[in-house]
């Protein structure tokens, strides 16, 4: 039996709109016994509301097999004064740092959605103020780097510009919390008690995703739905174990994979 790291938007869904044939491939996954937990840089939602439009959209899990950045964040920087430019909806996730308007010990920015929240969030006083909390001394911290992310209305851009804008002005580099982070892929694996050489990655990102978890050792498969761009795959650093036209098709070929071959 394989342990399978299940991306959730692209693969599962897009905005909101279950991609055909995605809640089938999970429960067929689950009936042939393979461990899986759902892996998502999505900062916009708290986990249980994530984890409640999933089961409307037709998927079986539980709350406690979808991992998300805000519960990274929390973990890491449990206890700290944080300064935290993320969206409202995922404060809750967030309970166990202290927020605070300024002296902090660390700075936090996370995704944007697709309301209109992300222009206060990321207004120039927030980001001025982020800049020179970090001037100041505070870590420098993100839920993720995406540079865009796919919705039915086409690529929006997504929080990692104003990562790299802050990098930029401050010089100093931000520690990734979510994919394709060794920390965040370590923490899902030992939530399996899996070894990466038997885990799988099924993802819609090749620039990132598949980078990451190639460097990890876990083998990955890439999915034609979501962010998903041929001119992607032909350029990428690292190539995916395999590519298939969505997650409908993945059972058939892990198993071919497992027996060691397609049957003849």
């Known amino acids: 039996m394989a342990c399978i790291l299940l991306?959730?938007?692209?693969?599962?869904?897009?905005?909101?709109?279950?991609?055909?044939?995605?809640?089938?491939?999970?429960?067929?996954?689950?009936?042939?016994?393979?461990q899986l937990r759902f892996v998502t840089n999505n900062s916009t939602r708290p986990r249980g509301r994530l984890a409640e439009e999933l089961r409307e959209m037709g998927f079986e899990l539980d709350n406690a097999e979808l991992q998300t950045t805000p519960g990274a964040a929390a973990r890491e920087l449990a206890g700290k004064r944080v300064l935290a430019l993320v969206m409202p909806a995922i404060v809750p996730d967030l309970d166990d740092?202290?927020?605070?308007?300024?002296?902090?010990?660390?700075?936090?920015?996370?995704?944007?959605d697709e309301t209109l929240e992300p222009n206060q969030v990321f207004s120039y006083m927030n980001l001025g103020r982020a800049f020179s909390e970090i001037q100041m001394g505070a870590s420098f911290y993100c839920l993720h780097k995406n540079k865009w992310w796919q919705t039915s209305r086409g690529p929006m851009l997504d929080g990692g510009a104003f990562v790299a804008g802050l990098e930029y002005a401050?010089?100093?580099?931000?520690?990734?919390?979510?994919?394709?982070?060794?920390?965040?892929?370590?923490?899902?694996?030992?939530?399996?008690?899996?070894?990466?050489?038997?885990?799988?990655?099924?993802?819609?990102?090749?620039?990132?995703?598949?980078?990451?978890?190639?460097?990890?050792?876990?083998?990955?498969?890439l999915v034609r739905t979501g962010k998903f761009r041929p001119e992607a795959l032909e350029t990428a650093e690292a190539a995916p174990d395999i590519v298939v036209s969505s997650l409908a098709s993945f059972p058939v070929l892990l198993e071919d994979d497992l027996r060691g071959g397609p049957a003849p």
């Open 7 to 34: 991306d959730v938007d692209g693969v599962l869904h897009v905005s909101g709109e279950p991609i055909p044939g995605a809640a089938d491939a999970v429960a067929e996954l689950r009936d042939a016994g393979h």
């Open 170 to 221: 401050t010089g100093v580099e931000a520690t990734v919390l979510g994919k394709p982070s060794p920390s965040y892929f370590a923490a899902a694996l030992d939530s399996l008690d899996a070894e990466p050489e038997l885990t799988w990655l099924v993802t819609d990102d090749v620039e990132a995703d598949v980078r990451g978890a190639r460097l990890f050792g876990m083998r990955t498969a």
């Open 97 to 112: 740092l202290e927020l605070v308007g300024h002296d902090a010990e660390a700075v936090l920015i996370g995704g944007c």
